[in-house]
């Protein structure tokens, strides 16, 4: 019989290699995975076939929550339907939102509907938001930008900014974003991009989501009042509205010129601030101007409501 010499170099090799069979055995044998399913709490997993559609601000972390599923590491939002009648033409419609109900936060996003890949963008009161398509032969590319309006009360504001993604069957929910963003380092601001493949039922769409945020801090005004003027500029009427009460729509007398807005302001000086805006009739045809104003909220932001002024 011929001898066979095995040096230490080859033994060492059989070694590991009858080790590592064991191991894809046990593995395989028990169904067990090297890989994590379960992202930790504060970076949860995204399913590849999910799209980045917007951002949740919160002054809060979502894992405060009561509704933050820690498993899956997300808060899901509720579809809301809503009816609107369009004032110009009396039209009815409905229109469907998602909302993160018993959630401090403002949201920001467009949706896609996954039946005709039909989009629309929401946004919350307390956001100024403006919307962007650009269409081209290979990609189409959907630009979210807006400025967040936040209650500046203390010396800082911490926000937290969660990205809102859907799924392909139109779910919605946002992952925890993070630690909060404080304003104590400077100006506020979120970017982020995400590209995705959408799979129509006619088509194959390639999605470029940008999502541009600012956050501008200030202080609600306490009151406003609308002083009306005729065209010798005299004081025709005035009224005044606390914070929050200011109506919806707003009819000056027949013979008035322009308004002037003061707002009145609470300053950290002590003595109060007043500003003043003039508003005109812009629209001859529809006869509409519009009066942009700020009411407080309860968590941290405050809602930019508008007033049509329906001059006669």
């Known amino acids: 019989?011929?001898?066979?010499?095995?040096?230490?170099?080859?033994?060492?090799?059989?070694?590991?290699?009858?080790?590592?069979?064991?191991?894809?055995?046990?593995?395989?044998?028990?169904?067990?995975?090297?890989v994590r399913k379960t992202a930790p709490v504060n970076r949860p997993e995204v399913s590849s076939t999910d799209y980045l559609i917007g951002i949740l601000?919160?002054?809060k972390s979502l894992v405060t929550y009561d509704s933050y599923e820690k498993?899956?590491?997300?808060?899901?939002?509720?579809?809301?339907s809503t009816?609107?009648?369009?004032a110009e033409t009396s039209e009815n419609t409905t229109y469907t939102s998602y909302e993160f109900e018993d959630l401090e936060g403002a949201a920001f996003y467009n949706y896609i509907s996954p039946e005709d890949e039909s989009t629309s963008t929401r946004a919350d009161e307390s956001i100024r938001a403006s919307t962007v398509?650009?269409?081209?032969?290979?990609?189409?590319?959907?630009?979210?930008?807006?400025?967040?309006?936040?209650?500046?009360?203390e010396n800082n504001v911490t926000l937290f900014f969660n990205p809102i993604y859907e799924t392909p069957e139109g779910d919605v929910y946002a992952t925890c974003g993070g630690d909060g963003v404080s304003s104590l380092l400077g100006p506020i601001s979120f970017d982020m991009t995400g590209f995705y493949k959408l799979?129509?039922?006619e088509r194959t769409t390639d999605y470029k989501m940008n999502i541009m945020l600012s956050v501008e801090l200030t202080t609600p005004p306490e009151s406003y009042t609308f002083l009306q003027f005729n065209s010798s500029d005299q004081l025709l009427t005035s009224a005044s509205f606390s914070n929050g009460?200011?109506?919806?729509?707003?009819?000056?007398?027949?013979?008035?010129?322009?308004?002037?807005v003061l707002s009145v302001t609470a300053s950290q000086e002590g003595s109060p601030r007043t500003d003043y805006r003039l508003i005109q009739l812009d629209d001859t045809t529809n006869k509409k101007s519009y009066i942009s104003t700020f009411s407080d909220s309860d968590y941290g932001f405050c809602s930019v409501k508008t007033t049509a002024v329906n001059w006669k």
């Open 133 to 153: 398509y650009n269409q081209s032969d290979d990609v189409t590319s959907i630009t979210l930008t807006g400025v967040l309006y936040a209650t500046y009360k």
């Open 71 to 80: 498993e899956e590491g997300r808060i899901d939002a509720v579809a809301v």
């Open 83 to 86: 009816d609107y009648t369009f």
């Open 245 to 260: 009460e200011v109506p919806k729509e707003y009819a000056p007398m027949e013979d008035c010129a322009y308004i002037v």
């Open 1 to 34: 019989m011929k001898n066979t010499v095995i040096s230490k170099h080859s033994l060492y090799t059989g070694i590991l290699f009858v080790c590592l069979l064991l191991l894809m055995f046990c593995f395989g044998f028990w169904g067990l995975s090297l």
């Open 199 to 201: 799979e129509g039922k």
């Open 57 to 59: 601000a919160t002054q």
